[in-house]
């Protein structure tokens, strides 16, 4: 099994649950992202309830700010290619919101199938628009 989907805008980081008169709640940002995600992992594949050990691959792109970044070097930030991206927010709650919204898909049974993770960070090419690539493949 190889999936592969394209989630346009930018990426969205797992915000921490909210509490209001007794009751937690997902903050609405992050529930549209993941809907909204959930939506194009489900066009992308027919595969539901997968039950197997799986790997993650997950590739945030943010598109480049009119300005450079000081801490990237001016000779890598005039390539025009790809560049790290070290600004928060931090990778590990980007890949919290993309396992959630695979298992919103309905793709796996449960997020803990998923037993590799690679995941980057990056600016994107010049003219390179917001998006979140998502692989997953069977171990």
Not at 20 to 44: D, F, H, I
Not at 60 to 72: D, F, G, L, N, Q
Not at 113 to 136: M, N, P, R, W
């Amino acid at each position: 099994m190889k999936i592969e989907a394209l989630i346009a805008g930018r990426p969205q980081p797992k915000e921490r649950p909210r509490h209001n008169a007794g009751r937690v709640y997902t903050p609405a940002k992050t529930r549209n992202w993941e809907t909204a995600a959930a939506l194009q992992l489900k066009s992308a594949t027919n595969v539901r309830g997968y039950a197997a050990p799986v790997g993650v691959r997950i590739i945030a792109v943010w598109s480049r700010p009119k300005r450079r970044p000081s801490s990237i070097d001016p000779a890598e930030w005039n390539d025009g290619g790809r560049i790290w991206r070290t600004a928060t927010p931090d990778l590990d709650n980007v890949e919290k919101c993309c396992n959630d919204a695979i298992q919103l898909a309905g793709v796996l049974q449960d997020d803990r199938f998923v037993c590799l993770i690679e995941s980057t960070k990056l600016y994107g090419a010049i003219g390179e628009t917001d998006h979140v690539q998502i692989q997953i493949f069977n171990l």
